[in-house]
């Protein structure tokens, strides 16, 4: 793969900070183009663009210091040492910017069911992207996987242990990376429309997607080497018991609508 793009002088641009860059102006694109449709002002849109920036960054800053293996004491001693914010969840990232959308909408007094669909929508798209990053950078790799299928990092630049550096892994980015376009396919063109057009309740596409994309990460973590956290237990990895939140939390939203 190419963990390093370019370098310039004494600056390398790593894949996972380009794409990461990329996966971002994605989403802003996708959620600029349905603000008349939600009916924001640009006030309005430019307040819940900062406001979901600033939730991106804290939120995946809060995952990592709460759930990352070494305990809180210690990830807050590493971020002082990195004299930056760590982690990258998209667990952290996508409810941060969904909390902080959720400050605005009230403060506002926007209909938060609606601007949650069109942010499901982009967070899922701009992931589909991110995840060609991490594949070209080497992170979030998957297990061996004794096939033909498997893909060989051989850059010691990546982030790849050195160990499996020539080793055939499961190309988890890439599976992850069909099945995020899969779902923001499904929510752009079935959910949303039906939305929009007054046959499904405002906030519906939002959680159909949680769950789609909670059930598609609960499933690939099997096949991905994920970070010790502070929720491994029981055979499952932190991601996979946010996962089975974030999937417990859609089933009982989406219950809701069909009784309400």
């Known amino acids: 793969m190419r963990p390093i793009l370019f370098s310039f002088s004494h600056f390398d641009m790593r894949s996972a900070s380009a794409f990461a860059g990329l996966s971002a102006l994605a989403a802003y694109l996708y959620f600029r183009r349905h603000r008349e449709r939600l009916g924001l002002s640009l006030e309005e849109f430019w307040e819940l ?4 920036m600033a939730g991106v960054f804290l939120g995946a800053a809060a995952v990592f210091l709460v759930l990352d293996g070494p305990g809180v004491v210690a990830n807050v001693e590493r971020t002082l040492r990195a004299r930056r914010l760590l982690g990258g969840s998209f667990f952290g990232v996508f409810w941060g910017a969904a909390a902080a959308a959720g400050l ?3 403060r506002r007094r926007l209909d938060l069911g609606r601007v949650a669909d069109v942010l499901a929508a982009a ?9 060609v990053g991490c594949l070209l950078n080497g992170c979030c790799y998957g297990r061996p996987s004794g096939g ?6 051989t850059d010691a630049a990546s982030r790849v242990p050195i160990a499996w550096l020539g080793v055939a892994l499961h190309p988890v980015q890439l599976y992850e990376a069909a099945g995020d376009l899969a779902i923001f396919l499904f929510l752009n063109s079935w959910a949303l429309p039906r939305v929009h057009g007054g046959r499904l309740r405002p906030g519906t596409s939002f959680w159909l997607g949680v769950a789609a994309y909670s ?10 080497v994920g970070r010790a956290g502070l929720l491994n237990f029981g055979g499952l990895g932190t991601s996979q018991w946010l996962a089975l939140a974030g999937l417990a939390a859609a089933a009982y939203f989406l219950a809701r609508r069909r009784v309400a």
């Open 123 to 131: 967070g899922l798209l701009g992931l589909a992207i991110m995840r």
């Open 49 to 52: 663009i900062l406001a979901m």
């Open 215 to 224: 059930l598609l990460r609960f499933l690939l973590d099997f096949l991905r």
């Open 148 to 153: 033909s299928w498997g893909l060989v990092f």
């Open 104 to 106: 605005v909408c009230r």
